[in-house]
Nanobody, 126 residues
Framework: VQLQASGGGLVQAGGSLRLSCAASGFTLDDYDIAWFRQAPGKEREGVSCINRSGGGTDYVDSARGRFTISRDNAKNTVFLQMNSLKPEDTAVYFC????????????????????WGQGTLVTVSS
C-alpha cells in the first residue's frame, strides 16, 4: 500500500490549492482515506476524511466550509480542495489510510493509520 501526496505550494491568503493523494499497489475504493497536517512546532492534526464510497466525509472545524474532500476511484486518487486559505493552514499535509480504520468515525483523528504518504508542503503567506 503506497500513497503519494502532491499539489502543495506557496499561495497568498485567500487563495486556493488542490491536493492529490494517489494510490499505488492497491485499489483505492477498498479504503477510507484521511488527510492530516502538521505545522512546525505543533502536533499532527486530522483535517478531513472520506469513506470508500465517497458518501461520508468529515472535517476539522477550522476546515469546514473552506475545504472539500473528494475521490475519483477510477483514477485511484483522493483530492482535498482548499479554498480561502489562511496563514494558519500552513503545514505539511499527509494522506493516510488503514485497512481496518473506518473514517469518518468517532474520533477518527486519533485512530491508527498504517499507511502514510510522504507529505506535501502548503505555505500560505499573509
Amino acid at each position: 500500500v503506497q500513497l503519494q501526496a502532491s499539489g502543495g505550494g506557496l499561495v497568498q491568503a485567500g487563495g486556493s490549492l488542490r491536493l492529490s493523494c494517489a494510490a499505488s499497489g492497491f485499489t483505492l475504493d477498498d479504503y477510507d482515506i484521511a488527510w492530516f497536517r502538521q505545522a512546525p512546532g505543533k502536533e499532527r492534526e486530522g483535517v478531513s476524511c472520506i469513506n470508500r464510497s465517497g458518501g461520508g466525509t468529515d472535517y476539522v472545524d477550522s476546515a469546514r466550509g473552506r475545504f472539500t474532500i473528494s475521490r475519483d476511484n477510477a483514477k485511484n486518487t483522493v483530492f482535498l480542495q482548499m479554498n480561502s486559505l489562511k496563514p494558519e493552514d500552513t503545514a505539511v499535509y499527509f494522506c493516510a489510510t488503514d485497512r481496518w480504520t473506518q473514517c469518518p468515525s468517532e474520533n477518527w483523528q486519533y485512530r491508527y493509520f498504517a499507511s502514510w504518504g510522504q507529505g506535501t508542503l502548503v505555505t500560505v503567506s499573509s
